[in-house]
């Protein structure tokens, strides 16, 4: 039996943060400092990617949004109800340690935040994420996802294109 390189879990106070670095300063803090907070205030959700030996190797976090109509490519927004907003589930960070760069983690998260906001039983239309550059939005669009016409750094997917939704 082959054994998956990661256990995936909802981030709980064992975890050691200290040591985890992505590279980036603002994603390895919130982990650190501020991810404790908003999950115990019920503003987000964190998941982390463990190695055997419970080392935090990759991380993301999931709260609910809305997206507004208007803002959506005509073509999705004509089959949808005439509401201003749609539902969203946010993914607000997505960041995976140095040490474990490509090696498909971060895809590996995306399809858990995916698959996690897909088979909830809070509806939603689609997981939406804000990039935080150019490099983080190719990532996005390369698994299927589609930039707002006017905010090309805030992506979608709707939910009802991932495979048997």
């Not at 996690?116 to 939406?128: K, P, Q």
């Amino acid at each position: 039996m082959i054994r998956a390189p990661f256990l995936l879990a909802p981030l709980d106070a064992t975890h050691d943060r200290a040591a985890f670095n992505s590279g980036s300063e603002p994603l390895n803090r919130y982990l650190r400092e501020q991810v404790t907070q908003d999950i115990r205030r019920r503003v987000a959700a964190c998941f982390v990617a463990l190695t055997d030996e419970k080392r935090i190797a990759g991380y993301y976090t999931l709260a609910s949004a809305s997206l507004l109509l208007a803002d959506l490519p005509a073509s999705t927004g004509k089959n949808l109800p005439r509401y201003p907003t749609v539902p969203a589930v946010r993914m607000s960070r997505l960041a995976v340690d140095q040490t474990y760069k490509g090696q498909g983690l971060g895809g590996a998260l995306l399809a858990d935040a995916l698959d996690r906001t897909a088979s909830s039983e809070i509806a939603a239309f689609a997981l939406m994420v804000d990039a935080k550059d150019e490099a983080a939005a190719a990532f996005y669009r390369h698994h299927g996802f589609v930039a707002l016409p006017d905010s090309p750094l805030t992506l979608f997917l709707p939910l009802k294109t991932i495979s048997g939704r």
